[in-house]
């Protein structure tokens, strides 16, 4: 799994198809929760696109 820790990279995956897998409690700010996508080549290719912006 690849652990996503901002709704704008979470929002952007989602809008290039990508599902989020699961949730869970933000372990550095508990009241937070980060969002679980299954992780593999074409998910870090989308999230290096995203960087570059």
């Not at 949730?23 to 999230?47: C, H, S, Y």
């Amino acid at each position: 799994m690849y652990i996503i820790r901002t709704l704008k990279l979470k929002k952007y995956l989602e809008s290039k198809g990508f599902k989020v897998e699961g949730t869970m409690p933000n372990r550095d700010i508990p009241k937070f929760i980060v969002w679980l996508f299954q992780d593999g080549k074409e998910l870090r290719e989308a999230i290096q696109e995203y960087s570059k912006k």
